[in-house]
């Protein structure tokens, strides 16, 4: 099955500046990559997402990049703001035809004012 | 509000007992999964349907078991409870489509086993 690494697990960031996750995954086939928010108390949010056939997709101050040939994909948070600060999660399909999404272990990202 | 129902929100229970938590997916969804997350753990999958067949099972105990019903809610039973069984449990639920992946999730149910 699909394994999904991400890192850092704690990121720390003053207020405005960047923060950015990383994560790999292995099956080649994936083609599909989202990323979820979650504050405390609350579900995952779906925040942004990629397909395989882009490189890059930005939404406002939140941008995922994708490299296929290194099998990693990265969330950029650019202009960070104390309301980022949550738990970032990414995810990669599973093989097969169900589908289900293997998600890493999660970036605990603190944005100090 | 996400559009995913989950109930009850809290739950407090003894070792040994049984349980049903309960999701409602998102209208026109046929897709509905089951995580479990536990204290610094990630979002561990336990099993899919889809339009009521399972269609995918992960890392579920057999002590736990689901379905997913006519009317697209699902639950998922959790019997001869023990205390590692606390944790917050999440249904997601998706269209279900060959190329649809976007999951939503529900706020949760958080188990405590006492």
């Known amino acids: 099955g699909e394994n999904v690494e991400q890192h850092p697990s704690t990121l720390s960031v003053q207020e405005g500046d960047s923060a950015v996750i990383k994560c790999t995954y292995s099956d080649s086939a994936s083609n599909y990559f989202p990323w979820y928010k979650q504050e405390l108390g609350k579900g995952p949010q779906l925040i942004i997402d990629?397909?395989?056939?882009?490189g890059e997709k930005k939404d406002q101050r939140i941008a995922v990049t994708l490299n296929k040939t290194a099998k990693h994909f990265s969330l950029h948070i650019t202009e960070t703001q104390p309301e980022d600060s949550a738990v970032y999660f990414c995810?990669?399909?599973?093989?097969?035809?169900?589908?289900?999404?293997?998600f890493g272990s999660g970036t605990q990202l603190t944005v100090l004012p | 509000d996400s559009g995913v129902t989950q109930t009850p929100k809290h739950l407090i229970t003894a070792t040994g007992q049984r349980v049903t938590l309960r999701c409602s997916p998102r209208?026109?969804?046929?897709?509905v999964y089951w995580y479990q997350q536990s204290l610094d753990q990630g979002l561990q999958f336990l099993i899919q349907?889809?339009?009521?067949?399972?269609?995918a099972k992960g890392n579920i105990l057999e002590r736990f078991s689901a379905q997913q019903f006519p009317d697209l809610h699902s639950e998922l039973n959790l019997s001869s409870l023990e205390l590692g069984d606390s944790a917050l449990y999440f249904c997601a639920s998706s269209a279900g489509g060959r190329q649809s992946y976007g999951y939503t999730f529900g706020s949760g149910t958080r188990l405590t086993v006492v």
């Open positions: 995810a990669a399909p599973s093989a097969g035809s169900a589908r289900q999404l293997t």
């Open positions: 209208s026109g969804d046929l897709s």
């Open positions: 349907y889809y339009n009521g067949e399972e269609r």
């Open positions: 990629i397909r395989s056939n882009v």
